[in-house]
């Protein structure tokens, strides 16, 4: 028995000095890692993505980024598609793949005048319901989603995209039926249904001046009404010509000023020539030749500018790290983007982070070689 014993130690001995002759398996740089101690990184995911079936975005994605946010999922018009019917399939796809990966899960979004169930401002005969019944109806929406992910949805883009960059209110139903109180309802709402949950106002074109003064304005004022308001999502859609850098760090300090966190929520920057600086998905433009320049690759000449304008973008937020607590971008590879589709449909556009072959672009390389 002494001998066994003895050989057990021996081998177990020679094993540990094997191992610690062995160089440590070197972690492959992430921007998860990069970027931890400053914000969050996150991605959003489309349902070939969240459903599983993408797997090389989603080895990108697990590598990366310690947050998620679904693109389309739990948009109204999918998920409650009739007043009686929620599909709630991707979604829970959606937050199942956050929860087995360990992210930080964002919902997207509440209340939005796009891609909002055609049932949802108007009665059975077609007229616009009263004040009274769109309250309600927003209520049930708005509690029965985040009441299913309690707990689970970490934060949520509650309203998107309200205000128009003269700083007015946009005239979605919501506002032609309630005015500005269909705001703070939302942020009620969904504040009631899980009180543990980040709210957040998200919406793009952040930098114009009118917007900010608006946004600040109401942020500020459902503050003041001890509504939760964690977040100002600055979309940062953006082209090779815009947002200037100052106006958008000028946002960045607005925002800030109001004690709620900024968000960068949907980060892109579209390579080719600007034709329209919204991100509204309702103003397309029909195709020309002209304005899809590179539809085989992106030439060096631009490929450098692009990167460079991406690369001081990505600086900035680093700058105002204690300010900002997420930086998400709005798909993983180029391939992905919505920009290949807007605001001109058939356009190939090299937007993201990450290359049509799954690479990280040049500025990414030279920041993962920075830890
Ligand atoms: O899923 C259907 C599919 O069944 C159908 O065959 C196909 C063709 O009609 O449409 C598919 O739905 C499309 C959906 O993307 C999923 O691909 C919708 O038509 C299309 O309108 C939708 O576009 C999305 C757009 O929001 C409108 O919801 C984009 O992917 C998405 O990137 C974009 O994201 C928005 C943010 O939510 C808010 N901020 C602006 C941003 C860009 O518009």
């Known amino acids: 028995m002494k001998s066994k014993n003895i ?113 949802f401002c108007v009665d059975k005969e077609g007229k616009e319901v009263s004040p009274e019944v769109l309250k309600q109806r927003m209520k049930e929406h708005i509690s029965t989603i985040v009441t299913r992910y309690k707990g689970r949805v970490k934060g949520w883009d509650v309203v998107n995209e309200a205000i128009l960059e003269d700083g007015s209110f946009r005239q979605s139903k919501f506002y032609e039926i309630l005015g500005e109180e269909f705001i703070p ?6 504040h009631e249904a899980d009180p543990e949950a980040e709210l957040y106002y998200n919406d793009y074109n952040m930098s114009s001046e009118g917007k900010r003064n608006t946004v600040v304005r109401l942020v500020n004022e459902m503050k003041s009404k001890g509504l939760r308001v964690d977040a100002v999502g600055m979309q940062g859609h953006m082209g090779m010509d815009y947002p200037d850098m100052e106006q958008f760090e000028q946002s960045i300090l607005a925002y800030a000023s109001t004690g709620a966190r900024v968000m960068i929520t ?48 990505m600086n900035l937020f680093i700058k105002h790290a204690d300010v900002i607590s997420r930086v998400t971008a709005w798909g993983i590879s180029d391939s992905d983007s919505w920009k290949n589709g807007f605001p001109i449909k058939g356009r190939k556009d090299y937007p993201l982070l990450f290359d049509r072959d799954y690479q990280p672009k040049p500025f990414v390389k030279e920041l993962l070689e920075k830890k």
Request: proline share 5%; hydrophobic share 40%.
């Open 185 to 190: 309802l939302a942020f009620q709402f969904a």
């Open 7 to 119: 050989l057990l130690s021996l081998v177990a001995g020679a094993a540990f000095c094997a191992c610690a002759t062995q160089p440590a398996v070197k972690e492959e740089p992430s921007l998860k890692t990069v970027l931890g101690d400053k914000f969050l990184i996150g991605v959003s995911l489309n349902t070939r993505q969240s459903s599983g079936r993408d797997t090389a975005s989603l080895n990108i994605v697990k590598r990366h980024f310690n947050s998620v946010v679904a693109e389309n999922c739990m948009k109204c018009e999918v998920i409650h598609p009739e007043e009686d019917r929620y599909d709630f399939r991707q979604a829970d796809e959606f937050v199942k793949f956050g929860e087995e990966n360990g992210m930080f899960i964002i919902g997207h979004c509440l209340i939005w005048h796009s891609q909002l169930a055609p049932w």
């Open 266 to 313: 949907e980060w892109d920057m579209s390579a080719l020539p600007t034709v329209n600086r919204t991100a509204n998905i309702s103003d397309t433009l029909a195709y020309r030749k002209a304005l899809n320049p590179y539809p085989e690759s992106l030439p060096d000449s631009v490929s450098e500018h692009w990167n460079a304008r991406m690369e001081a973008y």
